[in-house]
């Protein structure tokens, strides 16, 4: 089992920045991907950005070049540093970890409570 633990949220007005921090705990060791992802009122939840054992990043080409992802194993801690915050972006975040399928175990993906973050204009 691996548990996720989101902060950082709150509310910022429009240009400003926020980072979220996700504190992973458990078997780490099967995970092979963290991510954020969004859900706004009324929308469905969207991948925000990715990132693999590789280190490789990935962006929703609406975050891109404002939205960095990182992780620091030694902490495993999956941060999102927001930048250029607009009133889209205002939703619950969620992070999320994702075990692939093996000989043991079914794919799964494991999820924090959400962090709010409100961007207001």
């Known amino acids: 089992q691996v548990q996720l633990v989101e902060s950082g949220g709150g509310l910022v007005q429009s240009g400003g920045s926020l980072r979220l921090s996700c504190a992973a705990s458990g078997t780490m060791f099967m995970i092979n991907a963290m991510g954020w992802y969004r859900q706004a009122p009324g929308k469905q939840r969207e991948l925000v950005a990715s990132i693999g054992n590789t280190g490789r990043p990935n962006y929703v080409n609406s975050v891109k070049g404002r939205f960095t992802i990182s992780r620091d194993n030694t902490k495993n801690t999956l941060y999102l540093q927001m930048n250029s915050l607009k009133p889209e972006d205002t939703a619950v975040y969620y992070c999320?970890?994702?075990?692939?399928?093996?000989?043991?175990?079914?794919?799964?993906?494991?999820w924090g409570q959400g962090a709010q973050v409100t961007v207001s204009s």
């Open positions: 999320n970890a994702h075990r692939p399928r093996t000989y043991a175990y079914a794919e799964y993906d494991f």
